[in-house]
């Protein structure tokens, strides 16, 4: 099997599997318990506390571990509703339609029965911000603007560093919180230099284990916790801590500079594959921006003509190649939310497939992949008799 669905998860990093391995066997007492191992577990997670500071240059931060980004995401939007919405002022927090489930779902959600009001901000059919539009729906009631790095589905990179900015210099009290699930072990990061207040992460994006992500927020920002029964993570997320899911996460980031400076590797993967099946596919069109705008290289994102989306991932999964329809977290859906939002039409919609790379993945990769790809076009669109 050839994997191209890097964006859902990755493969776990041999060198992480075996540090796990061995804390599982080993170092596995409770990370609360007062006795030398249980001091050794404790020793383990204050030491991820501190590398994944490090990592981002947050030194002040709070970092608090969680089971995933949805649980980080949610941890700190209860956080924003809990602490920042008091009173019976008109307040507003600001997102867009296009962010991962677990920040879309949860605004509508948590702050639905609030006095908070939603404003989505306007996107081009790539997915890049209306940044007149943006300025225009920000104001000094504004307590939250919640915007990804880079959209899970169609690749494209937000530049938090100038939104971060835009929304402070509107109003300097507002809580700026970027999913970075999509660049972390990816890009480099400096967030005190930004003005940006949160972020969350998940360490099986970038080849870490499933099971295991962090809120990291600045030490301004107010947090509580939405459940209770336990003081581990200063409160805010009780009960006891995966030392060998936290200690992974922190392995994974650390190995995850060796892919930092490959960049340009994967963008020349990426420029192979789009080239290669611009000229084998007749009727493709690619969502993702290329090199020349703001995207990620390990994300393309493509229709293809005739092809139902769901039915040609099901003939190359047959074929051994694992590709995607949507975000992993939205695949019950048959349509996906976040195209048809950007002004993508139903139809180029449903055709769309999404392949994502990783570290591993090799050209002669992509060659084979291309090699299905255009022989499950072709008996498709025999079957659906699809013409120009």
């Keep these: 099997m050839l994997y191209f669905d890097n964006a859902a998860t990755t493969k776990t990093d041999r060198r992480v599997a075996d540090l796990m391995n061995q804390i599982l066997k080993g170092d596995y007492a409770n990370a609360s318990s007062r006795h030398m191992i249980g ?11 501190q590398a994944l500071r490090e990592h981002f240059v947050m030194p002040q931060a709070t ?14 939007l209860f956080s924003i509703r809990n602490n920042y919405l008091k009173g019976n002022k008109p307040l507003n927090v600001v997102t867009t339609k296009i962010e ?5 779902e949860a605004i509508r959600q948590i702050f639905a029965a609030s006095v908070a009001q939603i404003r989505y901000i306007q996107t081009d059919i790539r997915g890049n911000i209306d940044m007149e539009h943006y300025r225009s729906v920000i104001d000094e009631n ?5 915007l990804n790095h880079v959209n899970n589905e169609l690749g ?8 971060s900015k835009a929304a402070k210099e509107i109003n300097d009290k507002i809580v700026f919180h970027s999913d970075i699930v999509q660049g972390a072990g990816k890009f480099v990061y400096n967030i005190d230099e930004m003005d940006v207040d ?5 360490a099986h994006k970038f080849h870490g284990p499933k099971g295991v992500g962090a809120l990291m927020a600045k030490s301004h920002v107010r947090l509580s916790p939405f459940y209770y029964g336990g003081e581990q993570e200063e409160g805010l997320r009780p009960g006891t801590e995966n030392v060998a899911a936290i200690e992974g996460l922190r392995m994974a980031l650390a190995l995850s500079m060796e892919e930092v400076g490959q960049e340009e590797k994967i963008w020349a993967i990426n420029k192979h594959l789009r080239s290669e099946m611009k000229n084998k596919i007749s009727d493709i069109y690619f969502h ?13 994102n493509a229709a293809i003509a005739g092809c139902k989306a769901e039915v040609l991932s099901r003939m190359m999964d047959e074929k051994g190649i694992a590709v995607s329809t949507s975000s992993a977290c939205s695949s019950k859906k048959k349509i996906s939310r976040v195209l048809t939002e950007t002004g993508i039409k139903r139809e180029d919609a449903q055709n769309s497939i999404r392949i994502s790379l990783s570290k591993y993945t090799t050209k002669e ?4 992949l291309v090699c299905v790809l255009v022989q499950s076009v072709e008996r498709l669109r025999k079957i659906t008799k699809y013409s120009r």
């Design 39 to 49: 001091r050794k577990s404790r020793e383990r997670i204050e030491g991820a506390r």
């Design 63 to 76: 970092v608090v571990f969680t089971s995933s980004a949805t649980e980080a995401n949610n941890l700190a």
């Design 100 to 104: 991962h489930p677990s920040v879309y």
């Design 142 to 146: 504004t307590v939250l603007v919640s």
């Design 156 to 163: 494209t990179k937000n530049d938090i560093v100038v939104l």
């Design 198 to 202: 949160m972020i969350t992460l998940s």
């Design 288 to 300: 993702t921006p290329d090199q020349t705008c703001n995207a990620s290289p390990y994300i393309l």
């Design 365 to 368: 990769q992509c060659d084979e």
